[in-house]
Every structure is written in structure tokens, then in C-alpha cells.
């Protein structure tokens, strides 16, 4: 195919992206996100389409810029960066022309820039060292050893068994299973030679009898030439001002000491077009399948993933679980320990002054430790971080990170990446919100994994059986409530060819054959890859009192939604009857409610209110908010409605006529960030929280709900000493505020104001 032919047909591939992009009709949404997919299989099944898709993808760029079409730069920009990042033939022409676009596009609002500034960092190394965003990306995600590079990565994709079907378990095992078993150690490290050669070297590399030295070597000079690519490529990366034209002369010499003399400039054999190979495969990361089990299974499988491949043996009891060389002293794990003594010497117990003996071990302890004072335990800033363990309290994280991404940040020791993908309902949300909470509670008292892991959250929504078909509206594909949110923001907006693969009425054909679909995989591959964007939204407690005084009030958290009804049922007491009590007969139950409302001047206002409602619904978003890269430029929620509930109360409205008395239903809403909600009469309360049956309540007389607080965040400053009326000298504790728990979930593009 001539390249005028290949410009036209990408040309037209990368219109009917667009199109889809601005789709209104539901017929054409039905098809979104298969052209984007298409568009990169046509690239990836002949990489020397690669130039002209970067051109054809930077005139529409700069197109957009200009005339402020904002919903298709996101989308347009991930695609670019993506392709950047796996082709071999891009000339610094383009990657200029790349930098200087994200440049401009750093006037925008967030998300906009952010992301710009994000692919800004990550070009600017490209460009004087091509190759650099594919070997990290490799090396990280294939947990190649190496010492300039020591970062890991691991997708963990953990489905709900109770919503995603078996066919459908079977499928995604066969496509995980298909791909790793060729990606080996040594197939991975010929793909980073191969691609760091043809990227610096150009049409000058012979790929071809490159490919065939490769697949000759033995696996000891495989790891001799992929170190030395390495070693080339970090150090000069790591410069302040890399050269390209130093790494360029770095690069011909492992070259021709791999293929030998003749294999300088120009001076080899055959022509190095038509001896050219398929192109270097961007492997698969690292992914791990998971059903859903329980709370503990995410910070098990963490644990495991820090672990030494020598110490794999697991205890039954996950408190005996330990990291080897990362379990604090126990006496360091709490936040301050007061001396007994005064410091003074002639105060201390006899003996205490005795010096060891020269060269016992209680000398060498000695020399690391001092007597008296008092010992703090110094926690990381990132543990106070608000719902992440990884960024700025704010709506992004830090850009050029090393997690595969961009540079290398000195000081940095979170060597491992865990990316926890799950694929559910609100339901999957709500357990997984518990899972986080009882993660990171559990890290304010061992301190374990927080110092070297970071922690990267992802959703893909999943349809229920009766929302099925790509025929349903928009509304109904996505849900409501937080998922709705979310989607938006996730592969599955974009695709809702994913949402009905992965419906549990799929029927099982899929597990007797042998043909593997990669599309399923393609997807949640570019999804952990491109959604570096997270959303952070707060988790919400529940204190609920029960009608029975003799049993325990109950604690639990939701992030979606609490919907409370009223029981069918009363337990009135002896000789109770409601109409000589003088309480009107109707539907729904007395309630009193008291909460704080939300102002946008913050200021606090408290509200009182007593009325007959048939139940309430709390959500922490509306369902009309719009997360994540829009269809439209439509403008989104402020972010600060996602630290709030929507309280939507369906509230009996009683009215008397010449028929007798009436009753109607009336919705009202409020927001707000915390609320008190009990019942006046004998009517009794159930509880359902995220939309799970196994997580409900009956017989609730009174429940309180408010902002999760971070379980880092209560720790205690001490104040100067004070006098007590004893005359002894005490240390005044003062608790802090807490921080309010929010989990971060990654989109592609955040929250768009």
C-alpha cells in the first residue's frame, strides 16, 4: 500500500473516531470505542503506519486547540501518547511538534493541563532518549530485575463472582493465560533490546538480522545486552541535559557488538525496509485474576506481592503475615513513649552507669540508643495523606512518577506498583471501600506496606441482567449512583461493547473453545496504562442503634449510597393503640432528623426537622453528575460534591377533604455531610447499604451518619509540660482533627470543571 493510501485510510479510521466522540445518536454510541481499538490493532499489525498516525493525530490536535473542542483532546492525547510510546520509527521532528503541542495546552483548566503537563514530562526524556517510555513501561510491568530500574508493577483484577458469570471468568483467564505464556523473561528482554535499537538507530538498523541474532542467543547473552541497553538508556535519561546524539553513538556500539563489524552504518548487508520483521509487541503487563472473597484477601494479596519469591509460605492467620525486614518495634508503633526517669544521672537505677563489656552485643546496642527522653515515631507524610497513599492531597497525582510513567524521582522508595482493578456493581464498590478501610486501619497500627508500596485503584461497572442490550439508553447501560459516576470514566463509557461482553447473561460458549478475543484484554490494558487521573471520594461511617438496648449499636461504612426503609411490621407495647395516642394513622413512620447543612460559603448551619417520611435515600453523588472525559463539553460537578450526601426523603403529605383524609408523596432533597436520623413512633428501620443484601440492618431505631475519619489522622500532639495541683509536671495531649477518608479511583481524566 502506497503511503498516500495509508494516510487516507488512517485519515478516515481517525474521522470516524472523532464522530463517535460528538455522537448524539444512540446508534452510534452503541459502537464507541471500537474504532479507537481498531485504530491501534491496524498500527500494531504494521508498525510503519506509526509516522503517519502521529502527523494525521497532531493536525486534529491542533485542529481541536484552535477551535476549542475540548472533549476530543483527552481522548486524542492518550492516543497519541500511546502510540509514542510503542512505535520505533518516530523522528524528533514529531516528538517536537508533540512537546511543544502539550506545551500549549498547559493554558487549559484541569483536567486538561495536568495531563499535558503529565505527557510534557514524559516527551521530553523520549525525545532525547526514544526508547525510554517502552523499556520502563516493560521492565515494570514484566518485573524485570535490574538495578537501574528496580520498579515492579502488578495488575490485580479481582471480579465479583455473584455478578460476572462463569463464561465470562473463563474468558478473561483464557486471554490472561494466552498472553503471558508469551511473555517469558527472555522473550521480554529481547523485546526491550529490540525496541531501544530501532528507535535510536532508525531505518539504519537491520531488524531483521537483529530479530534473528536475538532469538539465536542464549539466555546469558540476552541478559549481557539487555543490561548494557539499559544501563545506556537510564544513565543518560538520568542526565540533566541528555544528548541524543551521545545515546545515539551508545547505542551502535552494543548494536554492532551484537551483530559484529559489519553491522556498522551502512554497512551491512540487504536492505534494511524490506528485511524488516513484524514490529516489537508491547506486552501485556503482569495481571493476577482474583474472585472476590472478603475484606482481607486485597491486603493478603499485597502482602504477597512485597514478599520475596523465597518467602511465599502463607500462615492461616493473616496476623501472623509479616514482611521480612519491614515490621516496626512494637514499641515504635506507638505514637510517643514518656521516659519514667528525670534525665538526670544521680537519678538513675544503680548499675545503669556500669558500661558493658568492649565488644558485647549490649555495647553495639548501646551505641543505637539513648537513655531517657522521649521516643516519637515519625510517620510519612503520605500516611496523613487524605484517601491515597500515593500524591498530593488534591484531585491529581504527581506527575512524571516513576511508576512506569516518567522520571526518576530521587528519595523515592515505593519500588512497587499495585494496580487493583475490579469489576462490579455498586455492590463491588461498597466491598471494596471496606476493603480499603480496613487496609489502611490496619497500616495506622504495622506500618507495612505504606513505605514501599503505591497503591493505584481502577473500576470498570458491570451491567445487571435486566439493564442487558446494547439497545437501552445511556442512563440504564451506566447505572446510578456512584458507578454511574464512574463509568464515565472508565474503558466502559467508551466501550459499550465491554459492558455487554461482560454481562452475566452472556451464555457459556466461551468455555469450551480455544479462541482467544484479545479485546476484553486490550481494553483493561489501556485502562491501568492511560487512566492516571484519580477521582477521590469520600467514605462514609454509619453508627446504627438498634430497638433492642441489650444489643451492641453496630458500626459499618458505605460509599454509594444508604437507603433506609421503613418496616412493615410495629411492635407496639402493651395496652399501645396509635389513635389513643392521638397519632394519625398513614403511611410511613415519624422521623426526626438532624443535620448540618451544606453551604457553599462552608459556614455551619444546623437544621432540625420532624416528619412522616416512607424511607430515604443517602448518595454521596448524584446520578446527574458527570465524572470523567464527557461526550459533550457539558459542565461537570465541583469537586466539592464529592464530600457530600445527597439526602433525597420521600415525605408524606397528609390532606383533608370532603371525602376524608388523603395521603400523597412528595421528594425532597438537601445535601449534606453528616446527618442524625431516628424514629418517633414504634415503627422500626432497615438499612441497606451500597445496594448489598448481605449488608443490611433490621430493626434500627436511630443511626448516625458522617465522613469516614482517615484512621491515620487521630493521632495525638503533645503540648508544652504543665503544672498539676500536685506539683508534678504533666504533658498536655491535644487529639487533632481528623482527616476524612477518601479512596482514589483513576479515570482518564479526573473531574472536568
Not at 518516530?90 to 502539550?102: D, G, K, M, P, V
Request: aromatic share 6%.
Amino acid at each position: 500500500m502506497e503511503s498516500s493510501d495509508v494516510e487516507l485510510d488512517l485519515q478516515r479510521s481517525v474521522q470516524a473516531v472523532l464522530r463517535e466522540l460528538s455522537a448524539q445518536a444512540p446508534a452510534l454510541q452503541s459502537n464507541q470505542g471500537m474504532w479507537r481499538w481498531s485504530l491501534h490493532k491496524k498500527v500494531e499489525r504494521d508498525p510503519s503506519k506509526s509516522p503517519a498516525l502521529v502527523r494525521i493525530l497532531l493536525r486534529e490536535l491542533e485542529k481541536a486547540e484552535s477551535e476549542d473542542l475540548r472533549h476530543v483532546i483527552i481522548p486524542l492525547l492518550h492516543t497519541l501518547m500511546y502510540v509514542l510510546t510503542k512505535a520505533t520509527g518516530i523522528t524528533e521532528e514529531l516528538h517536537q511538534r508533540t512537546y511543544t503541542l502539550c506545551t500549549r495546552l498547559l493554558t487549559l483548566p484541569t483536567p486538561y493541563c495536568t495531563i499535558a503537563l503529565d505527557c510534557a514530562i514524559r516527551l521530553k526524556t523520549e525525545t532525547a532518549v526514544p526508547g525510554t517510555l517502552y523499556q520502563r513501561m516493560v521492565i515494570a510491568e514484566q518485573n524485570l530485575t535490574n538495578e537501574l530500574y528496580p520498579y515492579q508493577e502488578r495488575v490485580f483484577l479481582f471480579v465479583d463472582p455473584e455478578l460476572v458469570s462463569a463464561s465470562v471468568c473463563s474468558a478473561l483467564l483464557l486471554e490472561i493465560e494466552a498472553a503471558q505464556e508469551q511473555q517469558t523473561p527472555e522473550a521480554c528482554m529481547r523485546h526491550v533490546v529490540s525496541h531501544a535499537l530501532q528507535a535510536a538507530l532508525g531505518e539504519a538498523c537491520h531488524a531483521g538480522a537483529l530479530h534473528r541474532k536475538l532469538q539465536a542467543s542464549s539466555r546469558r547473552t540476552l541478559e549481557h545486552y539487555f543490561h548494557a541497553v539499559v544501563a545506556a538508556v537510564e544513565q543518560m535519561a538520568s542526565e540533566a541535559s541528555p544528548s541524543r546524539a551521545e545515546h545515539l553513538e551508545r547505542l551502535e556500539e552494543i548494536y554492532c557488538s551484537l551483530l559484529g563489524p559489519a553491522a556498522a552504518r551502512g554497512r551491512y548487508g540487504g536492505d534494511p525496509v524490506q528485511d524488516r520483521p513484524p514490529g516489537v509487541p508491547l506486552p501485556s503487563p503482569c495481571i493476577t485474576f482474583h474472585l472476590w472473597a472478603g475484606e482481607d484477601q486485597l491486603w493478603k494479596e499485597l502482602v504477597l506481592f512485597l514478599r520475596p519469591r523465597s518467602q511465599l509460605h502463607l500462615s492461616a492467620d493473616l496476623e501472623t503475615l509479616d514482611l521480612q525486614g519491614l515490621r516496626p518495634d512494637q514499641e515504635l508503633a506507638r505514637v510517643s513513649v514518656l521516659s519514667t526517669d528525670s534525665g538526670i544521672e544521680r537519678d538513675l537505677p544503680l548499675g545503669a552507669d556500669e558500661p558493658p563489656a568492649p565488644g558485647s552485643p549490649e555495647m553495639e546496642h548501646a551505641g543505637l540508643q539513648r537513655k531517657g527522653g522521649i521516643k516519637k515515631r515519625v510517620w510519612p507524610p503520605d500516611c496523613l495523606m487524605p484517601g491515597s497513599w500515593d500524591g498530593p492531597p488534591g484531585l491529581h497525582r504527581r506527575t512524571g512518577r516513576p511508576s512506569g510513567d516518567g522520571e526518576l524521582l530521587p528519595g523515592v522508595s515505593r519500588l512497587h506498583t499495585a494496580r487493583v482493578l475490579v469489576l462490579g456493581d455498586d455492590r463491588m464498590l461498597g466491598r471494596l471501600a471496606q476493603a480499603y478501610h480496613r487496609l489502611r486501619k490496619r497500616e495506622s497500627q504495622k506500618f507495612c506496606l505504606t513505605p514501599r508500596l503505591s497503591l493505584q485503584l481502577y473500576y470498570i461497572p458491570v451491567l445487571a441482567p435486566e439493564v442487558t442490550g446494547l439497545g437501552t439508553g445511556r442512563g440504564q447501560e451506566l447505572g446510578s449512583g456512584r458507578g454511574a459516576g464512574l463509568a464515565r470514566g472508565t474503558p466502559v463509557a467508551s466501550c459499550p461493547q465491554v459492558r455487554h461482553s461482560l454481562s452475566p447473561s452472556q451464555p457459556p460458549s466461551l468455555d469450551m473453545s480455544r479462541t482467544v478475543d484479545p479485546f476484553l484484554l486490550d481494553v483493561i490494558t489501556y485502562y491501568v496504562r492511560m487512566g492516571t487521573q484519580p477521582i477521590y471520594f469520600q467514605i462514609y461511617t454509619v453508627k446504627i442503634f438498634f430497638s433492642d438496648l441489650s444489643q451492641d449499636p453496630a458500626e459499618d461504612i458505605f460509599l454509594t449510597e444508604l437507603k433506609v426503609k421503613i418496616q412493615d411490621s410495629k411492635f407496639p407495647r402493651d395496652g399501645f393503640s396509635p389513635r389513643r395516642r392521638g397519632v394519625a394513622e398513614g403511611p410511613g413512620a415519624e422521623l426526626s432528623m438532624c443535620y448540618q447543612k451544606a453551604l457553599l460559603s462552608h459556614r455551619p448551619r444546623e437544621v432540625t426537622v420532624s416528619l412522616r417520611a416512607t424511607g430515604l435515600v443517602l448518595k454521596a453523588i448524584p446520578a446527574s453528575d458527570t465524572e470523567g472525559p464527557s461526550q459533550h463539553p457539558a459542565t461537570a460537578a465541583p469537586v466539592t460534591d464529592h464530600t457530600c450526601l445527597n439526602v433525597s426523603v420521600t415525605e408524606v403529605v397528609k390532606s383533608s377533604n370532603l371525602a376524608g383524609r388523603s395521603f400523597s408523596t412528595v421528594t425532597n432533597t438537601f445535601r449534606t455531610a453528616n446527618i442524625q436520623i431516628q424514629t418517633q413512633d414504634q415503627r422500626l428501620l432497615t438499612l441497606l447499604l451500597d445496594k448489598d443484601n448481605q449488608r443490611t440492618f433490621r430493626d434500627v431505631a436511630r443511626l448516625e451518619v458522617a465522613p469516614c475519619p482517615e484512621p491515620c489522622s487521630g493521632a495525638q500532639k503533645s503540648k508544652a509540660p504543665w503544672s498539676s495541683s500536685h506539683g508534678q509536671k504533666e504533658m498536655e495531649t491535644v487529639k487533632a482533627k481528623p482527616k476524612p477518608l477518601l479512596m482514589p479511583i483513576n479515570t482518564f481524566s479526573g473531574v472536568i470543571q
